[in-house]
């Protein structure tokens, strides 16, 4: 016992899962404009952002199958993981269901949700990098919380644009970014010009993730000690999030089975591709097929109603343009408390993945997403956030639809986050105040339009595809 | 897999440590008096409190060293248990402490606390036993989130007396208990006599749990479907709670290792029975000797400036009289952070250890546990409830009074809440706008006087002690 480190729990997975090594094609291009018209620049998504090499190199390495965990990031996974994987077996008894309901669960850590799994790998790697500062934008505030600590235990300064509409739905979430030495900024800002643009065209502008991206990258710009740290979408993300699914694969081989369905819900697709990627290796090696579902919100429906074409993820225009599934990123989605299911686009893996039949997707409302988060807690003893209730009502439908006879359905479904801090919005669904809210379909059709006519204007050189 | 139920992990205890088969001069009767002056009548404190025979019997059986979990409940601890113990090695290396400090972590179920592991019991032998109705007081609020839960579990109603100071501090908990079904009501209320009584003397007045409790059990008292429930102090209590101890012995054992001191914060000694006393079996059985240390409140010192005497957990006279380490019951402390451990007394099991020298008690003021709270955040991922950090205060000052030289401090620290939903407070303490509270000086020479005078009027028949 004289040494300086606890011996590490044998299910922490060591290894990261590269799904660009069994499928290069989704290794995609970027083009960089700094504004609509100007020089294309054609690039990884990361380089495009400044990104160190370690970490831009990670979106494009289709070499190795496995990339290890760095030590001090490992040493700090340690701290929260390895995460329970566990039966639902009194939510199967409720539901009186043909299926064993298998659930992993990321919300017991200090941030409570996945996003603190590629929090500490990016600012491991920057710090590495000798950068002083992490600008990003939170939708839910679940990235910009994670963000923060990491960056407090890496000795970075963090700074965040918060959506205004959910920073004032979570004030306690605030406090905690604070807490961790943040500098918070409610988006629209008046820091910067995209967000004093946003203000003046409606001072009472309730703001989104692409605006709140936006701003960040425009403060980063400022100075060559910052940079723009990004929480989802980009394949760098979805590959340190693969410990979810490295470590729910092993898991599952020790209670002896295998999933039929991978279930997540998808913001930009980070937590989806976390908990499912590693299963397509699994069932690459096992042959033993497995299906993947993406629930979104039906008030965002990027899937299930978007086009697959070029497009940002800010509303300035500096963020690379990559093929994405996208509603464009002029829409504002209605504000559901799902703040992290509001992004207008998939990232460009999750899309490849839907455009070429690898991923299912599916739409929920919020009030089906309530119901069946709360039912998760009445019988599982955990209130799942309220995007991760979205997989949950996704995974219900589904196992409602399998037949009572026959071998049973097998399903794993990612709890990506804990609702404690959504408790007004459960207790509002308890007092029959949430409503189901579907698309804008004016903003929608208004978006879309935009979304199109920018794939025509920008003609996109062919090498760029 | 056709079975209906999961494979139990094979960490997770299958019974509960009765340490009154090794001691068994730690059952202690009970005096009860309707009000002071009636006829005394001498019980175990649970038969006084109309538990059910299973529950009474099991504070004061001295058969059975081992109690069976029943299957409803170990079905239930299954869904959070077993519980993280970790070692804390970046704290370690923060301090340069000649230690290797372990931790063992309660917080990570949905209601947040250790309080789960009792009421998820409770709430079982209530329900077999035909009761329809449980009413209880909290300080803090986690007991009070706990049982809420587990009688929406077990399907029971469910009415709680909150203390008015903390609902106040803490309006999610609130949401949370509301959300699971249960009545919940400021304390002091004008629902009883005992509630009235306080607002008339001091509309103002911020509570106590005494006074919720007093609360509690007149409601209690009102029908035959209702009884009140016991959230610490009784010895069937810490029972429930030694699923944490009998976890962490085989979790130290796996890790090779035994620790010299198991350290828990005290409220009346739910969470410190419950992770110490297993410790105490293991010693016995292997030889190896262990210390224990009690952290309590300098607001509330009910250990090192208490009297071993006669007195009431309530402010009304109703409950069961026992012989504790208390402040006398009216004593009101200031209203601290930690509210689960502003209770006046220490329970009858853990005054007995602390009189034979069984454990070693500290008191820690609030400044003093915010800084340790913090810390254990910043290096372990891991932001304790305001009570929990008291214990990390205490164990670290331990370690920091161990010689530099020689053989390492093996420290156990129990951290029994998340404080999650104290973040407010913590956001104070770092603003610099938390003092160092200590004991109500006044408040507590009177209280003491009324306690010793009280012991002197009651004369306890010698058969009672």
């Known amino acids: 016992m004289g040494d300086s480190r606890v ?31 100007g020089e294309a620049k054609t690039a990884g998504h990361g380089a495009l952002l400044q990104q160190p090499l370690s970490l831009a190199r990670q979106s494009i390495n289709t070499a190795d199958r496995l990339i290890p965990i760095p030590d001090e990031v490992l040493d700090l996974y340690a701290q929260y993981r ?51 500062h992490l600008v990003t934008g939170t939708g839910a505030g679940q990235w910009g919380t994670a963000l923060a600590y990491a960056c407090q235990v890496m000795g970075l300064r963090c700074t965040i644009f918060w959506v205004r509409s959910t920073l004032r739905q979570k004030p306690i979430r605030g406090e905690m970014m604070r807490l961790f030495g943040a500098a918070v900024h409610e988006s629209p800002s008046n820091l910067t010009e995209v967000g004093r643009r946003a203000l003046k065209k409606d001072p009472e502008d309730i703001g989104t993730l692409a605006g709140a991206t936006g701003e960040a990258l425009a403060l980063a710009a400022e100075d060559s000690e910052s940079r723009f740290a990004v929480g989802s979408g980009e394949n760098s993300v979805l590959l340190h999030q693969t410990v979810i699914g490295q ?26 591709g976390g908990i499912t990627l590693p299963f397509l290796g699994a069932a690459k090696d096992s042959g033993r097929p497995v299906r993947l579902l993406a629930v979104e919100s039906a008030a965002c429906p990027k899937l299930t109603r978007g086009r697959y074409l070029y497009d940002l993820s800010d509303a300035l225009g500096t963020t690379p343009i990559t093929k994405i599934y996208s509603l464009g990123s002029t829409y504002v989605p209605p504000p559901v408390y799902a703040g992290g299911l509001r992004h207008h686009s998939a990232g460009p893996l999750t899309s490849a993945m839907y455009a070429d039949g690898s ?43 399998h037949p009572r ?24 669904f308890a007092d029959g105040e949430i409503e189901a809210v579907t698309a804008d379909e004016a903003s929608l059709s208004q978006s879309l339009s935009a979304l199109e006519e920018f794939n025509q204007r920008i003609a996109v050189p062919a090498e760029a595809t």
């Open 405 to 428: 006879q026959g071998p049973p359905l097998v399903v794993l479904v990612n709890i990506s986050g804990h609702g404690l801090l959504d408790l007004g919005a459960y207790r509002r």
């Open 359 to 401: 991923l299912e997707a599916m739409a929920i409302d919020q009030l089906t997403s309530f119901r069946a988060g709360m039912l998760f807690c009445e019988t599982e003893g955990i209130l799942p956030a309220p995007e991760a209730a979205h997989a949950v009502a996704g995974m219900m439908d589904l196992v409602s639809l």
């Open 7 to 37: 011996p590490r729990d044998p299910q922490l997975p060591t290894h990261w899962f590269n799904i660009l090594h069994d499928r290069p094609q989704y290794v995609t291009s970027a083009v960089s404009r700094s504004r609509l018209g």
């Open 82 to 132: 390895p995460t329970p994987l566990r039966r639902a077996v009194r939510l199967e008894e409720h539901l009186g269901a043909n299926a064993r309901i298998y659930y992993k669960y990321e919300g017991a850590n200090l941030t409570g949700s996945h996003k603190l799994n590629t929090a500490l790998a990016q600012a491991h790697y920057y710090s590495r990098a000798g950068v002083k």
């Open 247 to 272: 470590e729910a694969v092993s898991q599952m081989a020790a209670l002896g089975d295998f999933p039929d369905y991978v279930i997540a819900c998808m913001g930009a697709g980070s937590n989806f």
